[in-house]
């Protein structure tokens, strides 16, 4: 059975910091990309970053550029994403996924999914 737990989020000033780390389990992790996508209240969910399976490839939303790395430890089965500057436009649940075939920003790509921790950020 796969989990992907998220962990990392909560309230912080505009200009803050928060790192999110998504632990897998029940999945070969290294054999999978993982991505970062959030969703706001009223909105689709939206793609944020993605990493290669090893981790030597990654890509990010231009809304999150500059401001956030996804990064990943294979011996540790986690996924993590560092958030930098945050905003209130920031302000949503992260979710982190796990794609066995890549890792790009396409939700419909994504095979697994954890149930999301929220991110608040105030003005």
């Known amino acids: 059975q796969v989990q992907l737990v998220e962990s990392g989020g909560g309230l912080v000033q505009t200009g803050g910091s928060l790192r999110l780390s998504c632990a897998a389990s029940g999945l070969t992790f290294s054999s999978y990309g993982m991505g970062w996508f959030r969703q706001a209240p009223g909105k689709e969910r939206e793609f944020v970053a993605a990493?290669?399976?090893?981790?030597?490839?990654?890509h990010c939303a231009d809304s999150v550029k500059g401001r956030f790395t996804i990064s990943r430890d294979n011996a540790k089965n986690t996924v993590f994403l560092q958030m930098n500057s945050l905003r209130p436009e920031d302000t949503a649940v992260y979710f982190c996924?796990?794609?066995?075939?890549?890792?790009?920003?396409?939700?419909?790509?994504?095979?697994?999914w954890g149930q999301g921790t929220q991110v608040t950020v105030s003005a």
């Open positions: 990493i290669s399976f090893g981790g030597g490839t990654s």
């Open positions: 996924a796990a794609d066995r075939a890549g890792w790009t920003n396409r939700r419909g790509d994504y095979d697994y």
